[in-house]
């Protein structure tokens, strides 16, 4: 699978993350949801089989991106500025979902849990065997984090998915970052900017104690 000329890097993609943590270490939530669209392009490269997976991450960014675009942007800067604005308007749903199914706390936590699988899924791919398969490296990051979250039918669509991906050679060249040993390296930069991001969010959840909101 060559990578197409002129296609987009994930190198870029990557970079979103990188420009989330500001110097007061907020996470800005423009750079967020611009990672995770390059993501979701990528995503739509690797086949039609994906799309039930970038079909939901889509809706997510979209929920999140009407927020940010909306009357109260100010409040949707950064991720600590909307934990605080919903919740002290009473706009998020603590016990089930009924009069704020769709908050922006709510939303990201999808997107953070997600942002796990693709740290293990990165480290997966940087660190193992050249021969090594992508599908395993991939179902073993969702098993270790997106998997728990997910009912069975929505398991078992996954692990066929997975099946679909490329070896990892090919992977990387899709990536589309240079040969191997550059990817492997784009993806030793990237990798701490992404184990930050989700980091900074996780203690913000749990201090909020966010972190199993229906
Ligand atoms: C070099 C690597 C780049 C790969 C880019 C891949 C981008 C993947 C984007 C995945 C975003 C997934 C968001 C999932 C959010 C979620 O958990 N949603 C569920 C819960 O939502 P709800 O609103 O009901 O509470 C929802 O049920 C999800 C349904 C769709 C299936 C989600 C399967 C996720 C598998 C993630 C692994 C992606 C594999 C990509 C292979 C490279």
Request: proline letters at 3%; a neutral charge.
């Amino acid at each position: 699978m060559a990578a197409a000329q002129g296609a987009f890097s994930l190198r870029e993609v990557l970079a979103a993350f990188q420009a989330c943590v500001t110097e007061q270490r907020e996470v800005l939530l423009g750079p967020y949801l611009c990672g995770w669209r390059g993501l979701v392009r990528f995503l739509n490269g690797l086949g039609a089989i994906f799309s039930f997976i970038s079909k939901d991450a889509v809706a997510k960014i979209q929920i999140m991106e009407s927020y940010c675009g909306g009357e109260r942007r100010e409040e949707y800067r950064t991720l600590q500025a909307m934990v605080r604005y919903e919740l002290s308007g009473g706009l998020v749903d603590l016990q089930r979902r009924s009069a704020h199914p769709d908050s922006g706390c709510r939303t990201v936590l999808r997107l953070h849990r997600a942002l796990k699988w693709l740290q293990l899924f990165l480290e997966g791919l940087r660190t193992a065997r050249q021969d090594a398969s992508t599908s395993a490296i991939c179902t073993d990051s969702y098993n270790a984090s997106l998997a728990a979250y997910h009912p069975w039918v929505v398991r078992k669509a996954a692990a066929v998915a997975f099946c679909a991906l490329p070896s990892r050679d090919a992977f990387l060249e899709v990536m589309n970052v240079g040969g191997p040993e550059e990817a492997v390296e784009m993806l030793g930069d990237a990798l701490p900017h992404i184990r930050d991001v989700y980091g900074i969010t996780q203690e913000l959840y749990e201090q909020h104690r966010l972190l199993d909101l229906p």
